[in-house]
């Protein structure tokens, strides 16, 4: 049987009396629906080291929004420093790596909420969009993203007309052969970006998506740019 010591007893109080006839092990169910021992270790690891931060003790009162902004962004900065995810598991493959960013996640988002959706959007959802989108030479950013915390980056997929169905998007990207650029234009209120997470304080890079055109022909239904502030675009 696993050595389930590294959990910590629950405190004593009033409830004591109804567990002390529980027919089982509380410790053994956790277990049990976490489903991996080493997953449930890294939360406790995760849980230990935020409770003992300064940075991250809860306040009696509520600051005020943009000191909250303050805080989240500098909570971000410090759970990348702590490195939860070791390179060992970076290299270990897809799916192991996805279940344990997935765990950090959760066990931030139990202490911390702002961090884990700042997290899930700026690097979890633009390290995945990066690699299901991008080509060989677009890896370094995803390496970039979720191994070095090199980028914090902004989604702007949703449109104020829409949002589950992004074949509805209405903003475009027409390519400018004389001037190399691409065009980017709004048509109206309804195909304005918005809900983009991480945009409005801290950001400086993007994934942006937009229909794709070339002399005023579609060539692919969505297409996400991305410009990445300490990279030159042109060259992704
Ligand atoms: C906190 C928060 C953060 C967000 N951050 C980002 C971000 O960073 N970047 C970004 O691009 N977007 C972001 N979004 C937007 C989010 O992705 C959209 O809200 C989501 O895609 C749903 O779109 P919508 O609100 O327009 O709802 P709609 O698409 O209008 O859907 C409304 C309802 O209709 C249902 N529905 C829609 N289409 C169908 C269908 N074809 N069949 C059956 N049911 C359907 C939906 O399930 C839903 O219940 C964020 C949203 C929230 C709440």
């Known amino acids: 049987m696993e050595d389930l010591s590294f959990i910590p007893n629950l405190l004593n109080g009033p409830l004591d009396v109804y567990r002390d006839t529980s027919s089982f ?3 053994r169910l956790k277990l049990a629906l976490e489903g991996d021992i080493q997953l449930l270790r890294l939360k406790y690891k995760i849980w230990h080291t935020l409770e003992n931060d ?19 962004q500098m909570q971000l900065q410090k759970i990348n420093q702590y490195k939860f995810l070791t390179d060992e598991i970076f290299n270990a493959g897809y799916m192991k790596r ?4 997935m765990t950090i996640n959760e066990a931030v988002q139990s ?15 633009f390290s995945n969009a990066i690699l299901s989108l991008g080509t060989e030479r677009h890896r370094q950013f995803y390496e970039a993203t979720i191994k070095d915390r090199k980028y914090v980056a902004s989604f702007a997929l949703t449109e104020i007309a829409h949002g589950s169905d992004a074949k509805l998007m209405r903003t475009t990207s027409t390519y400018d052969p004389k001037t190399k650029e691409f065009v980017i234009h709004t048509p109206d209120f ?17 994934l942006f998506f937009a229909l794709f055109f070339h002399s005023l022909e579609i060539i692919s239904e969505v297409f996400a740019f991305f410009s990445l502030s300490s990279y030159n675009a042109r060259n992704v």
């Open 54 to 72: 300064p940075l991250f003790a809860h306040n009696i009162v509520t600051p005020p929004v943009e000191e909250q902004k303050r805080i989240t």
């Open 25 to 27: 092990d509380w410790k």
């Open 111 to 125: 202490l911390a909420p702002s961090v884990s959706v700042k997290m899930a959007i700026g690097i979890y959802l």
């Open 98 to 101: 996805t279940r344990t960013l």
């Open 190 to 206: 309804e195909a304005a970006k918005c809900w983009v997470g991480n945009l409005g304080k801290i950001l400086c890079d993007i």
